[in-house]
């Protein structure tokens, strides 16, 4: 059974860092790509950043250069760096897997609220 279990995030003022990481079991996590989403209030799910099963990494454009995702096949665990915190980055965060030959993100865990003061 796929399971995607996340954690961490929290509270931060503006300028500050946070992390959100994502710990898999129930499928061999060395063949799948892992991909973070946001939604905040109101506004559509977006991509925020994925990392693939051969290591390379891609960002949304609103993080580049900010966040960086990382992941250990060891631990079967993805975190997500968030620094530079901006407001607008506020949203409730979700990880999601998909097998590296696979088209969309098929397994989602469950989100975690992440909130940026001014």
């Known amino acids: 059974q796929v399971r995607l279990a996340v954690s961490g995030g929290g509270l931060a003022q503006a300028g500050g860092s946070l992390r959100v990481s994502c710990a898999a079991t129930g499928f061999t996590f060395s063949t799948y790509d892992i991909g973070w989403f946001r939604q905040g209030t109101g506004k559509e799910r977006e991509f925020v950043a994925a990392i693939w099963w051969s290591g390379g990494s891609t960002y949304g454009d609103s993080v580049k250069g900010r966040f960086i995702i990382s992941r250990d096949n060891a631990k079967e665990t993805v975190d997500l760096q968030m620094n530079s915190l901006k407001p607008e980055d506020t949203a409730v965060y979700y990880c999601?897997?998909?097998?590296?030959?696979?088209?969309?993100?098929?397994?989602w865990g469950q989100g975690t609220q992440v909130t940026v003061s001014s």
């Open positions: 999601a897997a998909k097998l590296k030959t696979g088209v969309r993100f098929d397994y």
